[in-house]
């Protein structure tokens, strides 16, 4: 497996590897990988002839007083685990690669970055979607894998495609949980022992909301208040973001449930922010 750190690199591999008729799948991550990254690889390699993985801590999706420069990194750990996985190719850029001296354009998706996340990190959405159409027009897969831990991403980059006519197909992955039913994310390693515990209450708290609707209950209001009931419950929860009852294409609220919902959290564990989510199918 090779480890390419520039665009014209990328590209020339992945021009040659389309000569040969080969597929094309990416997978994009900010490193760090654990298990929900590995099964996006998995998928990619199933699906695709040739796997490009991007490991790049994205600074535009960082606000000032956020962990860019803390964020966990080890390469040497990823390169090993992704070609466990089936990757092709690690492109791992600079800063300085995708966003040379004088950069001044943006891609941002108006409505769906408004609320949930994007209402407590400005600018983070505009980040993501910039460093993904890159990676995008510099890879130029067929398919594109992402977690839907990252339901409001997820939203965001399914929404920018169609808009955009930018033709890849993104292929959604399902959460990847301990058996806790912690979500695994690249900054539970910042946890500490008691916090780790602790954060479990985020998937409680989501399942019991889940149960609610199973039991009957329709007012998505109630069931909002009790899934932040039960957040509150934990001492070290020290802040909450949202709770949040939403249809999980336009992430508009439903008070009324039916259909498609997902129920989606944001909370601190002591000074770690950690997001989640559960979809419920409402007869």
């Known amino acids: 497996m090779e480890v390419l750190e520039t665009v014209a690199a ?33 998928r990619a390699r199933a699906e695709c002839d040739f796997v490009v993985v991007s490991i790049f801590v994205n600074p535009l999706q960082f606000g000032p007083q956020e962990d860019y420069n803390t964020y ?24 300085e690669e995708m966003y040379p001296a004088g950069f001044q354009t943006h891609v941002e998706v108006e409505k769906l970055s408004q609320g949930l996340c994007g209402a407590f990190r400005p600018g983070h959405f505009r980040g993501v979607a910039t460093v993904v159409t890159k990676l995008f027009n510099i890879v130029g897969p067929d398919r594109a894998y992402f977690g839907e831990k990252d339901a409001q991403q997820l939203a965001i980059i399914r929404r920018m ?16 949980r301990e058996s806790d ?19 479990t209450v985020l998937y409680r708290a989501l399942v019991y909301g889940r149960d609610l609707i199973a039991a009957g209950e329709r007012d998505g209001l109630r069931v909002r208040d009790a899934v932040r009931r039960t957040l ?29 919902v997902m129920l989606a959290v944001a909370a601190y564990i002591g000074k770690v922010r950690l997001i989640d989510n559960i979809k419920v199918v409402v007869d």
């Open 10 to 42: 990328v590209r020339a591999r992945v021009r040659a590897e389309r000569r040969a008729g080969k597929s094309i799948g990416l997978v994009p991550t900010m490193g760090y990988l654990h298990e929900g990254h590995l099964s996006l690889i998995r």
């Open 161 to 176: 495609v169609r808009d955009l006519n930018l033709d890849v197909e993104i292929v959604p992955m399902p959460i990847v």
């Open 72 to 95: 966990p990194r080890d390469l040497n750990r990823d390169t090993r685990l992704a070609a466990e996985a089936g990757a092709d190719v690690i492109f791992h850029p600079t800063p």
């Open 232 to 260: 509150e419950s934990e001492p070290l929860v020290s802040r909450i973001d949202y709770v949040a009852v939403v249809d999980p294409d336009t992430l508009e609220e439903k008070t009324t449930l039916s259909g498609s």
């Open 181 to 199: 039913g912690l979500a695994l994310s690249s900054r539970n390693t910042y946890l500490s022992p008691a916090e780790r515990r602790a954060a």
